[in-house]
């Protein structure tokens, strides 16, 4: 059986807020560093594209849970750095714990066996 090398777009993108929230833990980034993290973190078969990212970017800063300001690096392009909120801090525990419930009873109802760590 040949199985997808990609995830699904709609699985994807339904998961980016999360994803973006996790790794502005780390720290304040620009959206081409946070989309590199993320791919870097996740591996194959997690391909996350700019023209996903940007919206839920925007998205999240209009709701309050990212915060973008724009730098002026000598002799580079303006860039706008990202960097979670308190309350971005508190969606993304909402969003793990969520997250964690629906993933064990997706696994559940599949048969999936996690190996422990």
Known sequence: MNLPTEIGSDL???????????????????GYAIAKLIN????SPLHLKQGTLYPVLHGLERDGLVAGQWEHPDGERPRKVYVITEAGT????????????????????????????
Do not use: M
């Open 40 to 43: 870097e973190t996740a591996g």
């Open 12 to 30: 994807l993108r339904g998961s980016t807020p999360a994803l973006v929230l996790a790794v502005l833990q780390s720290g304040p980034a620009h």
């Open 90 to 117: 508190a969606d993304l525990a909402r969003r793990t714990f969520e997250w964690t419930q629906f993933a064990t009873s997706i696994n559940t109802v599949l048969g999936v066996k996690l190996e422990p760590h």
